[in-house]
């Protein structure tokens, strides 16, 4: 024992005696002092003098390794013994201790891990737990292991030293058990001087209207107060209190514009790099500033502090009970929090403390911060408490118990990490009660016995599995310590420069091997001093690079002693490729709440448990961030930030997280292609999609509902890709059977679905859930029983069914030489419902709409008695009931005779006597299914048009049929003719393939070419252009004949046209010259077609005689209308400038009207005979123009009834297709409208006919029909 000495100037000492007295006395006592007081050196030497440590040793816990160290030297410096004799420390990396160890100082960690060796600690007869007030995690257990533990070691003592926060608390927790008295308190005063406290609110509280103002400026502002405080001695230093960094650097950038003289402004917070934190603690002149976080509340003391400005808050480390994660959010700091930070500057002289915010706020805030324990998780805790066999933690006695849901959620936590078996696997225990408490699985225990967070020993675990605990091992050191990467804050540039060579794009992780391997490198190819200067110079961190590799050490050997192979790697770290899939998916065994998956929209990830959270601006992830990332650490701030990430496979989170993730499974149907029935499942893990719609098989989820799929779709409906023989005749009996209903329109000839499933049902074994197991049963119960399967006419016919006569429901449709498919539908409100005629679409242009008004014989009864009810009613009440009168008419109706209505409405006239026209029949009221529908197939079988009106179906499918009839009529077709074939040009075409089509020569500008169309109409108006063109191609056109006889008063008038110039006039009038003496030329040897030769050569020599005459008779012609066109569009502009709005409408019709007669072209088109005509149309113009503005009620009426018939001729031309509006019959009714004007607007013009708008209306009618 060495001799003991004590300074006298310490407070402790002034109470030695007293302390000794408790200590000999009790078995537990508490010692509250400030800092400075002398507790933490004196009071072990107190406890030698008293003989304790020779029955076993002194434990002295320290909350933090550097003070452990600091405390073990400085007893050893008093005692003026050698370190690691009779004092001795251990922490984590380092053991100074020995067998002749009287005090042993350690870290709380330390004696922790020695609990589970050493249960009753045994080794120790006093245990001093210094610094309890900060209540950590370990220090709270610690403190609970102790209460319990006394009962059984009634010799050890042990002493609770705290700051003077309610020591109250730890003397009632060890009260004594037999009386209930509270342990004893020895106060201890501190040095300390009096702190003048001063509220300054950031809100004037005599103004509580006015504007807040920012923290920054009431810093500034404070600063200003006690920069003019006047004050004695040497130090002036001020301190000021902040939340965090950012805080931190917005105030030094505001107090350093200040430009206060002589004046250092000194940040101090935990990522500094170490140097940086140094300047504060180093010898200055002149004033200081010291911006700090709550790390110097009490963790440093930071010398020299006159001053203290307080902002009242701090970041405080707290559990979410609702994100599951660990917060940083910034609150107002308790009332001893504030009370330890305004004492900072009692220590060297009298101080002062200005608080920015109020006297109320401060006594509104809580007395205490939290204990450690009411704000993390538990689950190491829990996991110790386990191991140690300590019990239920609820029931453990704890200064502060913990909330239940936290003890939830650390249970929780262990059991993803698959630690704890899950509550429905434990057994019970004799007599069917459940046994209390959890039981650890076999990770459990190696989990508890690795000195690392829980999830970090999980990784390992699973590494060690996967064969890559090598590099993992390195990863979990690193997460275990603080980043040895420094960013100074006027350096952060070139660091971040300088490491982001490690840094790999897809995983902060890997970055922490490509950084382990790149320092081992260097370390081999350096030495110690040179090394260091490399770490300075690449802002690393050398000290906590030492200590990342020691605790790589320390790990790793606890990984060896639990039974895990340390030697397993991929490759050598730096050799070459690692497996990073491996290695991740070891990590992520450990880090299962913490995955996410990339919301797009909100540009952020959505993670477990429905929080949302950002990766970490320092993250490699930070700029492509992939679609699943899993993040080692979830920190809020402002926000929830991810730290530390990777981008995974959600494959291995489902593959790990199988005991945690849930399946859901929607949309159970059959998969012909897969021969089973599935569904889609959905896999979450803790909320996020890992898996979205993936296709699964549904025989080992419901098996009954995937063989009920499997026979009705499969086997009944045939929707299996299988060559089982009985599936096709099955199949071909029902589709024989099943034509019959379509056919005749009823449901009563074959029995319907559930018979056909009872059938299979009945003989198919119950297991059999999938073609796979079909196949297999079938395999041998066909060689038994080969019909077994087979249907019979007996089984799919209804009793009901009766006798159908086929002949009324043919197959085919005859017209001329095609016969035609037909199939029948019976779906009432399908498009194709009723009989279907199917048109091959080489045959499109060989089909007319004849005779298929008159339905199947079948149908024709219910289409004639449609038919009778679609009359009028007055017309219809003669014929009831309709059925009887359609059946009386049918055997007098001869399909032959022509359509169907001409025919019927005779016959229903005779025997109703009742007039009936044709035109009365309102055939759109005609059911759908009794009107044909036409479908055009292609030559692959599909359909290429479909629908009830022929001509319609012809548009839609005409592109198609051309490329056909182009193909089938290629080789005699031709291009750049310039000379009509000496062969002629043929009215038809048909191929091999019975494709036929219709020759005509194609205008193509400088000649014409030889094709085949598909339509005659068609092919008749090209080919009158391309004859017209070669006429032109075989003439030198006249001009100077034809312009020597022009007045010049004609010359003049053709200068004002439509056509943009005066020779493209002349070329119109050329073409509609050359058009009519072709016209007169062949009109007496064809119908105004030339075809052979020998007309074409009559005709060109007829052009070629009378071209001149003939265009300057068309000249004399066009030049009164181009005058007239030109006055009447004067006369337009006029009325334009002068008259009403009430005048516009008929103004507007007058233009488009003149549009329609005087347009590019438009001589050619109206054709020499029409001419005449079409100066009369424009005189009558001029004749409406005249009388219209003196009557416009009168031209409005007669306007309207124009409107009527253009808008019922543009609804024709609509149904129209393109061919057919070229027809002499269609363009006529056009010309009937210019003669309704005339008679309308302009009666003494004259009219070539009598003309109304009933006649027109009939004339539309007529083509329509």
């Not at 004007?1237 to 006919?1249: I, K, M, P």
Request: proline content about 6%.
């Amino acid at each position: 024992m060495p001799p003991i000495t004590y300074p006298e100037h310490l407070p402790v000492v002034e109470r030695r005696d007293d302390i000794a007295a408790a200590i000999r006395d009790h078995q537990v006592v508490v010692i509250a002092g400030e800092t400075g007081s002398g507790k933490t050196t004196q009071i072990p030497k107190i406890c030698l003098e008293l003989g304790r440590g020779l029955d076993g040793v002194i434990g002295h816990t320290q909350p933090r390794r550097i003070a452990a160290r600091a405390v073990a030297e400085r007893l050893s410096e008093e005692l003026a013994v050698e370190l690691g004799t009779a004092i001795g420390y251990q922490v984590r990396f380092t053991d100074q201790s020995s067998s002749d160890t009287l005090v042993k100082v350690m870290t709380d960690g330390i004696l922790l891990a020695e609990m589970q060796r050493d249960r009753d600690l045994r080794r120790y007869d006093t245990i001093i737990i210094d610094e309890a007030h900060e209540r950590s995690l370990n220090i709270d257990f610690i403190l609970g292991y102790l209460k319990q533990l006394l009962p059984r070691r009634p010799d050890l003592k042990v002493i609770i030293t705290s700051a003077t926060i309610d020591p109250q608390r730890f003397a009632e927790h060890f009260a004594d058990p037999a009386t209930g008295d509270p342990a004893p308190i020895i106060e201890v005063s501190g040095r300390t001087f009096p702190v003048e406290i001063r509220y300054r609110p950031l809100v004037d509280p005599d103004r509580p209207d006015a504007e807040e103002r920012d923290m920054v400026t009431g810093v500034c502002e404070a600063v200003e107060e006690l920069w003019t405080e006047r004050h004695s001695g040497t130090s002036s230093d001020i301190l000021v209190f902040f939340s965090g960094e950012r805080e931190i650097r917005d105030a030094a950038d505001a107090l350093n514009g200040m430009k206060l003289p002589v004046t250092e402004v000194v940040p101090l917070y935990g990522r500094l790099s170490a140097a940086e934190q140094h300047r504060v603690f180093s010898r200055h002149t002149g004033r200081r500033i010291v911006l700090a976080t709550n790390v110097a509340e009490t963790s440093l003391t930071v010398p020299g502090i006159r001053y203290v400005i307080d902002t009242g808050t701090a970041r405080v480390s707290r559990y979410s009970q609702r994100t599951k994660v660990q917060r940083l959010p910034i609150e107002p700091v308790s009332q001893a929090s504030a009370n330890q930070r305004s004492g900072r500057c009692g220590r060297v002289a009298d101080g002062i403390a200005i608080r920015l915010y109020s006297e109320d706020d401060y006594d509104s805030r809580p007395e205490f911060t939290d204990p450690e324990i009411l704000r993390t998780n538990l689950a190491s805790v829990i996991l110790q408490m386990t191991s140690l066999g300590l019990g239920d933690i609820a029931r453990f006695p704890f200064v502060d118990p913990p909330d239940s849901r936290q003890i939830t959620d650390g249970v929780r936590l262990l059991e993803e990490l698959q630690a704890f078996s899950p509550e429905d696997d434990q057994p019970a225990a004799a007599g069917g009660r459940r046994r209390p408490g959890r039981r650890l699985t076999a990770y459990g225990r190696t989990i508890a016995t690795l000195p690392i967070d829980p999830r970090h020993a999980r990784m390992v675990i699973e590494a060690d599995k996967r064969g890559v605990l090598r590099e993992v091992l390195v990863i979990v050191a690193a997460l275990s310590i603080q980043d040895p990467r420094e960013r100074p804050q006027d350096k952060q540039e070139l660091a971040n420069a300088s490491h982001k060579r490690f840094a790999d794009e897809t995983s902060d992780f890997v970055t922490w091997l490509n950084l382990w391997a790149y320092l081992k490198e260097q370390q081999k190819e350096l030495s110690s001093s040179a090394f260091r200067r490399m770490c300075k110079a690449e802002f690393l961190h050398y000290l906590r690079i030492r200590e990342w590799q020691d605790l790589h050490s320390q790990v790793k050997q606890a990984a060896k002693q639990a039974g895990l192979d340390v030697s397993r790697g991929t490759v050598v770290v730096g050799e070459g490729e690692i497996d990073a899939d491996a290695i991740h998916q070891s990590l992520l065994a450990g880090l299962l709440s913490h995955v996410g998956v990339r919301d797009e929209q909100k540009r952020e990830y959505a993670g477990a448990r429905g929080t949302r959270f950002g990766i970490s601006p320092g993250s490699a992830l930070f700029r492509k961030q992939p679609q699943f990332v899993m993040a080692e650490e979830l920190v809020e701030t402002s926000r929830l930030w991810a730290r530390v990430n990777a981008r995974i496979d959600p494959v291995w989170a489902e593959q790990l997280g199988e005991h945690l993730v849930k399946r859901q499974y929607s949309e159970p149907r059959w998969s012909g292609k897969r021969g089973s029935a599935v569904a889609t499942e959905r896999v979450t893990l803790y909320g996020v999609p890992l898996v979205v719609g993936r296709v699964v098989g549904l025989g080992r989820i419901d098996p009954e509902l995937a063989r009920d799929l499997f026979v009705r779709h499969a086997l009944v409906e045939g929707d299996w890709h299988t060559q089982h023989a009985f599936l096709g005749q099955n199949a071909a009996l029902v589709e024989r059977l099943g034509e019959l209903e379509a056919r005749t329109r009823r449901r009563d000839i074959v029995v319907d679905d559930s018979t056909l499933i009872a059938f299979y049902d009945k003989r198919i074994p119950a297991e059999v859930v999938s073609g796979r197991h079909f196949d297999t049963w079938w395999k041998k119960a066909r060689r038994e029983t080969p019909d077994l399967l087979t249907f019979t006419e007996e089984l799919l016919l209804r009793e009901s069914a009766g006798s159908i006569a086929d002949e009324d429901h043919p197959t085919t449709w005859t017209q001329g030489e095609n016969v035609l498919p037909v199939t029948y539908q019976f779906e009432p409100g399908s498009a194709q419902d009723g009989v279907t005629v199917h048109i091959p679409v080489e045959r499109l242009n060989q089909v007319t709409p004849d005779g298929f008004d008159w339905q199947v014989p079948g149908f024709r009864e219910e289409l004639v008695t449609a038919l009778i009810r679609s009359l009028p009613k007055g017309i219809r009440r003669n014929l009831v009931p309709a059925p009887d009168h359609a059946r009386a008419v049918l055997p007098e109706l001869d399909p032959t005779s022509g359509p169907l209505l001409p025919a019927l409405a005779p016959a229903l006239r005779r025997r109703a006597g009742v007039a009936v026209t044709p035109a009365d029949f309102e055939t759109d009221r005609v059911p759908a299914h009794l009107r044909v529908t036409f479908q055009v197939d292609g030559p692959d079988g599909k359909a290429v048009a479909t629908g009830k009106d022929l001509e319609a179906v012809r548009d839609t499918a005409t592109p198609q049929l051309r490329r056909q009839v182009s193909r089938a009529g290629s080789r005699v077709e031709r291009a750049g003719l310039t000379s009509f074939p000496d062969e002629g040009v043929a009215e038809t075409f048909e191929s091999g393939q019975g494709i036929q089509g219709f020759p005509a020569l194609v205008d193509t500008g400088s000649a014409v070419d030889l094709r085949v169309l598909p339509t005659r109409a068609e092919a008749d108006a090209e080919h009158r252009l391309g004859v017209r063109r070669l006429l032109l191609l075989g003439i030198t056109p006249p001009w100077k004949q034809i312009l020597a006889r022009l007045s010049n008063t004609q010359k003049l008038a053709l200068g004002h046209n439509p056509h943009g110039s005066v020779q493209a006039l002349l070329d119109d009038c050329l073409a509609a010259a050359v058009d009519a003496i072709r016209d007169d030329a062949v009109t007496d040897r064809t119908d105004h077609t030339v075809r052979t030769r020998e007309d074409f050569e009559w005709a060109l020599s007829a052009v070629r005689t009378h071209t001149t005459a003939k265009v300057v008779q068309v000249v004399g012609l066009v030049e009164p209308i181009l005058a007239k066109h030109l006055a009447l569009t004067n006369r337009l502009a006029e009325l334009d400038r002068s008259s009403s709005d009430a005048i516009r409408p008929m103004l507007a019709d007058v233009r488009a009207q003149l549009r329609e007669l005087v347009r590019p072209g438009f001589v050619a088109d109206t054709g020499l005979r029409r001419l005449p005509d079409l100066d009369r149309y424009l005189r009558g113009i001029a004749h409406r123009l005249d009388k219209a503005p003196a009557n416009l009620a009168r031209d409005a009426q007669a306007l309207d009834q124009v409107d009527l018939v253009e808008g019922r001729y543009a609804d024709l031309l609509d149904t129209l297709r393109p061919a057919q509006r070229g027809a002499s019959d269609v363009v006529e009714i056009g010309w009937m409208i210019e003669e309704l004007r005339v008679s309308l607007f302009a009666q003494t013009v004259g009219t070539a006919y009598s003309v109304s708008p009933q006649r027109i209306l009939k004339a539309i009618t007529k083509v329509g029909a």
